[in-house]
């Protein structure tokens, strides 16, 4: 009897068709789940119900994933649920963790290492070569590389394969072909793997040991497979030859998801799943407890028009929330200040600023937005680089905090102990400027708050380090504090209380070099996620033109067609004074504004059009030489010290150095002048114009007395 009520216990809570995702304890089973829809619920209930009645022991099972923190998230869930020793591992780490074991037996000697990255190895196979290659080159060819092995295409057949595949290689195939050899010859000469190798390996020592795959196989009798859709033919070759003829797996996946075809992924294990196993029991989770209604109704109005059989029609269950916002502006500098402005705006509403996400195609989208937050004052993490826990501060706090709790007493407060700890390598009571100080620093903080958080929860030192280096394993960092600017494939298996999806243009969304009907429709799909991201807030905006008085030739996405119901916001941008519409008269004065602006932004000194964002701002060429008063230029970076210092915030919050600079070089006097200099709006001629311009007119007075 104890044991019906702890399953119920285990199925409490669950929709209908999570409940029978939860109950389909014996293979082959196909979830197909919607974004939003609960898929990690479904399936951790599912183990967990499966064990607790004896279907399967705990130690039998094995969840595939594709990232080390959604690994780390299900082992914590299966934990809470009360079946903690349950395998979770990414293919790679399940694959490793075999082929170290048996390699000594089966092969004899050490067991090869583990290269990180394949850009070192490549580049020393260009200079065997005599090809030197820059490190875009060397990134482009390392994905040229890594499609090939997981497709299972070796060098002498990349040229054709990669034709047929309409691929187009960054370089010459032919030279690809000689610096994928060359790569896989030192490779093996130096006892190294990658990540493709380590699948490759372990499926051929399980093939020609069969004594390894009985062993592997007694182990492992029960498969649950998430993210399904993203599978690549070597991953499909393993989960097979783990499998060996058995089909008590479980797969779970969305196909409308599908946004990693140019890594070798494909859909059509998943979509092919039923015809495979013909005894499938399919399920499909629709119910999306993330998004509002409105957000909800704008991606089922994306797929409407995908060209796919695999529809699926979300069903919101959430309260109301606001309408999307569409937004057009005149160029990315004037998008980027708006996107700000309203991210600014949420966050004096009471979004935390780590809830909210801006998404681009591509990463160089980011810098101008990365300018745009900084003049703002609002913090930003990018989303793509270097993993928290890798970080050379991240990895120095873990190594000092260690050796203190060995020397730890039982009475030291965990986080006074920890806050000395850190304030000795760089943790202040205010943060300092942008760039680099500014990212060490966030990253710092980041463990302080943590370790205040456990602590109210009675964790002491070495629980504290504990949890570090559990965190550490599940790639699971803490929250750090800032809105995230992230690429739409970087967001994948995210989400945030607000979004904002920029640069949603034809040539960007879909991507220029999306040609075929399929990639078209990958890019629609890719969309389809960004917008999935948003719980609640959604802003989708596009620019016309690049830069400031460019040529505005640029025009909102195709899959955006019909999608905006009512016309989209006008922002023109605010160095030409232009206001949001209001009517008929908004929309005469608008033109009037367009027409005046005739040309781009030129060198005040040489004449060339300037692209850059810093340039634009002093109104030359970052080599032209500058005529400026130095004695102005230094009282107006001590008066933004004293500003700073004041308000409590980093300097780059009242004005960034090229604000300054361009500041210096055309001595505005009057509101009119200090406002024509770019990144400077009512807002901040509000807060410091009098005491800017009362320097500058300062400065002018000295120079007539010379």
Known sequence: MELDVDLDDVLAGLDPEQRAVAEAVRGPVCVLAGAGTGKTRAITHRIAYAVRSGVVEAQSVLAVTFTTRAAGELRQRLRRLGTPGVQARTFHAAALRQLTYFWPRVIGGDPPSVIESKLPLLADAGRSLRRNLDRSELRDVASEIEWAKATQIGPEDYAQAAAKAGRTPPIPAEEVFRLYDAYERLRRERHLVDFETILELTAAVMTEHREVAAEIRRQYRYFVVDEYQDVNPLQKLLLDTWLGGRDDLCVVGDPNQTIYSFTGATPRYLTNFPVEHPDTALIR???????????????????????????????????????????????????????????????????????????????????????????????????????????????????????????????????????????????????????????????????????????????????????????????????????????????????????????????????????????????????????????????????????????????????????????????????????????????????????????????????????????????????????????????????????????????????TDVTLQAIAERAPLSERDLMAIPGIGRVKLDRYGEAVLRLCRAAGNQTEDL
């Open 285 to 655: 989770l629709v119910r999306d407890y993330r998004s509002t209604p409105q957000v909800v109704s704008l991606a089922n109005r994306v797929l409407d028009r995908a060209r796919t059989p695999h529809k699926m029609t979300l069903v919101a269950q959430r309260p109301d929330g606001p309408e999307p916002v569409f937004t057009e502006y005149d160029d990315e500098v004037a998008e980027a200040q708006g996107v700000a402005r309203a991210a600014a705006g949420l966050i004096r509403s009471g979004v935390p600023s780590r809830e909210i996400a801006v998404l681009f195609r591509v990463n160089a989208q980011s810098e101008v937005y990365e300018q745009a937050f900084t003049e703002a004052g609002i913090p930003y993490l990018l989303r793509g680089a270097d993993r928290f826990f890798e970080r050379p501060e991240v990895r120095q706090a873990v190594v000092l905090l260690r050796g203190a709790a060995r020397s730890a007493s039982a009475g030291d407060d965990l986080v006074s102990t920890a806050h000395g700890v850190l304030s000795g390598i760089g943790l202040t009571a205010q943060p300092p400027g942008g760039g680099r100080a500014r990212e060490k620093w966030e990253s710092l903080k980041a463990l302080a708050d943590l370790a205040e958080e456990l602590a109210t929860g009675g964790a002491d030192l070495p629980g504290f380090v504990a949890e570090l280096e559990r965190r550490a394993a599940e790639q699971h960092a803490p929250a750090v504090e800032g809105v995230t600017l992230a690429s739409l494939h970087a967001a994948k298996g995210l989400e945030w209380d607000a979004v904002f999806l920029a640069g949603v243009t034809d040539g960007m969304l879909p991507i220029v070099y999306a040609e075929t009907p399929e990639q078209i429709e990958e890019e629609r799909r890719l969309l389809y996620v960004g917008i999935t991201r948003a719980r609640v807030h959604l802003g989708v905006s596009w620019a016309l033109a690049r830069s400031p008085g460019g040529r505005r030739s640029r025009r909102p996405s195709r899959f955006l067609d019909g999608l905006m119901g009512r016309a989209a916001a006008r922002v023109p941008s605010p160095e030409r004074g232009g206001r949001g519409g209001d009517g008929g008269r908004g929309e005469h004065r608008e033109r009037r504004e367009r027409r005046t602006v005739a040309a781009p932004v030129s060198c005040r000194v040489c004449a060339k059009t300037l692209m850059a964002a810093a340039e634009q701002k002093l109104g030359r060429c970052a080599t032209c030489p500058a005529d400026y008063d130095e004695g102005l230029l230094e009282a107006l970076r001590s008066w933004r010290a004293g500003a700073a210092k004041e308000a409590k915030v980093p300097t780059y919050v009242v004005f």
